[in-house]
Structures are given as C-alpha cells and as structure tokens.
C-alpha cells in the first residue's frame, strides 16, 4: 500500500505505530513496517524482557531481553577430547 511505501521511506527504522479499529489489517500492515519495534493501537509499551532496537540508520543489535544481555558476555568454547 502507498502507505507502508510513505512510512517506510525513512533511513531511521527505530518504531512505529499503526492504529486502527480493524486489528487484523493494522496487524498485517505492522508487519511490513521496517522498523525495530511496532506498536498496534499503543505507542511505547516496553518491558525489561523484550529485545529494543532499531533498523536502517536506527541501530543494529537490541538492547533489554537475552539478545540485550548476550551483548555484554563473552563466549567461550571449550574442546575437549577425553582420549587420544
């Protein structure tokens, strides 16, 4: 639709927001929204547990949720081979 193509030219992809009183095609239409995070029929609802990030120019990665935390650890990987 012309106005996902409109919302959608940006470079910042941060959040967006559909509102509409049919859920079902403000659901389909949140879907094809380039951005980190969409809303439907709210704006910013955010919890400690649900990755945030951005798209485009916005940001690459998440912060808050596992994906957040795994960004302040480092991996290891152990091999172990218990006979030669």
Request: net charge positive; with cysteine; glycine share 12%.
């Amino acid at each position: 639709e012309d106005v996902i193509e409109r919302a959608n030219n940006s470079k910042m992809g941060l959040g967006a927001s559909v509102w509409s009183a049919d859920f079902d095609r403000a659901t389909r239409m949140a879907k094809q929204m380039e951005a980190g995070s969409v809303w439907v029929n709210s704006h910013f609802d955010v919890l400690p547990g649900v990755p945030f990030g951005g798209h485009k120019w916005s940001g690459i990665g998440t912060e808050w949720g596992i994906n957040g935390l795994k960004a302040y650890c480092n991996s290891q990987t152990l091999w172990l081979k218990k006979t030669f």
